[in-house]
């Protein structure tokens, strides 16, 4: 059985206010009766993409577990690259930011973390480069479980504030998805509210953000709301290949 959490959308901004909120979601994750298998974090790390963001997010985000991290429309890939990652960029500091990661030993799981971000833009596309090194991936180990994570749904959530910056050109995702029946879910942020549907006639599930959430359509107020717990996601892959999400409210 697999075990692991994900959060998304800290935009850590160098103060205190949502540093104590991420630091309620560790600690929470941290407290638990028993060890999560990793924790998942997709996108919008940073508010502004700057260095310092990254340090406090380093700090922020020390705990017992692997961190698994993709960057969001917030995040800048150079910074990202080379405070949280502590690379170089010897790639090139502006490329996608792509990682694979499998979890346990042997591999439980695996996670393929694809940059879905578009540089000066607030929504997504995987490039090609990306598409291409996704189905690499997948293709290596074709009878372990595979999570495909990335900052932006490639669908449509019916939350007019998200859905006009979410992940376009999805066509050819699908495609890649199609091919390779290991995969068994699609985990995703950007929308600040906790939402299940499919794509790819896969799960597509989106973690509730950390900084704050977003109101729905028939629902009064300003489209974010600050003052709303930040929240978590659970999920759990059993012996049987079955995933069940749980989710958390901090307070």
């Given at each position: 059985?697999?075990?692991f959490a994900?959060?998304?959308d800290?935009h850590l901004?160098g103060?205190?206010?949502r ?7 560790l600690r929470?994750?941290?407290?638990l009766?028993?060890?999560l ?6 996108g919008?790390?940073?508010d ?6 990254y340090?406090?997010a380093r ?8 961190v698994?991290?993709?960057p ?8 990202y ?11 090139g500091?502006?490329?996608?930011i ?10 439980k799981?695996?996670?393929?973390l ?5 540089p000066?833009?607030?929504d ?7 598409l291409?090194?996704l189905d690499?991936v997948l293709?290596e ?7 495909v994570?990335?900052?932006h749904p490639?669908v449509v ?5 998200v859905?006009e910056i979410?992940q376009?050109?999805?066509r050819r995702?699908?495609d890649v998805i199609?091919r390779?029946?290991q995969?068994?879910a699609?985990?995703?942020g950007?929308?600040h509210?906790a ?8 799960p597509?599930?989106?973690a509730?953000a950390v900084?704050?959430?977003v109101?729905l359509?028939w ?7 600050h003052?709303?717990?930040?929240a978590v ?7 049987q ?6 989710h958390r409210?901090?307070?």
């Amino acid at each position: 059985m697999l075990v692991f959490a994900q959060l998304s959308d800290l935009h850590l901004d160098g103060g205190v206010a949502r540093a104590r909120r991420a630091e309620a979601v560790l600690r929470h994750l941290t407290s638990l009766s028993a060890p999560l298998d990793a924790v998942l974090v997709t996108g919008d790390i940073a508010d502004h993409g700057l260095p310092a963001e990254y340090e406090q997010a380093r700090k922020a985000l020390a705990c017992p577990y692997p961190v698994l991290t993709c960057p969001g429309n917030h995040d800048a890939r150079a910074a990202y690259r080379r405070v949280l990652l502590g690379e170089d960029g010897g790639t090139g500091p502006d490329a996608p930011i792509n990682r694979v990661h499998r979890v346990g030993s042997p591999a439980k799981a695996v996670f393929a973390l694809c940059d879905s971000t578009i540089p000066g833009h607030d929504d997504g596309r995987l490039t090609d480069e990306t598409l291409h090194w996704l189905d690499s991936v997948l293709a290596e180990e074709p009878g372990v479980p595979a999570f495909v994570c990335f900052h932006h749904p490639p669908v449509v959530l019916h939350a007019p504030y998200v859905d006009e910056i979410r992940q376009f050109d999805e066509r050819r995702l699908a495609d890649v998805i199609a091919r390779h029946p290991q995969v068994v879910a699609v985990l995703c942020g950007h929308a600040h509210t906790a939402a299940a549907t499919t794509f790819a006639g896969r799960p597509c599930l989106v973690a509730p953000a950390v900084a704050s959430t977003v109101r729905l359509a028939w629902e009064r107020g300003d489209p974010l709301d600050h003052l709303a717990p930040p929240a978590v996601a659970f999920h759990i892959l059993d012996d049987q290949g079955r995933l069940t999400t749980h989710h958390r409210v901090i307070t």
